[in-house]
């Protein structure tokens, strides 16, 4: 299975974005998560979402202000970003795996990130 992250790109703080994963394979039965990485910084939680779509869980800094949505049947996951701020900046990985968690460890599938950029 492969995933195909794409959606990031150069915005001014305040601006929104939305990020998309699409999954080459069937991952239906899968929880879906987005994690970020800032450079020199561990990759973090931002999102993730039960794998029938009901049960969604945020990060501290995403509550609010990011929304995570699924279309199994499509295998895609979203992440819509709205009121974005400078400390945004990062490459954005989406994840699939069995585990419902925060901890990047617990995932088994993962795409190749897209950058989002948000200037001051």
């Known amino acids: 299975v492969q995933l195909q992250a794409s959606g990031g790109g150069l915005v001014q703080t305040g601006g929104s974005l939305r990020l998309s994963c699409v999954a080459s394979?069937?991952?239906?039965?899968?929880?879906r998560a987005w994690f970020r990485q800032a450079p020199g910084e561990e990759r973090e939680f931002v999102a993730a979402?039960?794998?029938?779509?009901?049960?969604?869980l945020y990060s501290d800094s995403a509550k609010g202000r990011f929304t995570i949505s699924r279309d199994n049947a499509l295998n895609a996951v979203y992440l819509q970003m709205t009121r974005l701020k400078p400390e945004d900046t990062a490459v954005y990985y989406c994840?699939?795996?069995?585990?419902?968690?925060?901890?990047?460890?617990?995932?088994?599938?993962w795409g190749q990130g897209t950058q989002v950029t948000v200037s001051s």
């Open positions: 994840a699939a795996g069995s585990s419902w968690d925060r901890s990047p460890s617990l995932y088994t599938e």
């Open positions: 394979g069937d991952l239906f039965s899968y929880n």
């Open positions: 979402s039960w794998w029938s779509g009901g049960a969604k």
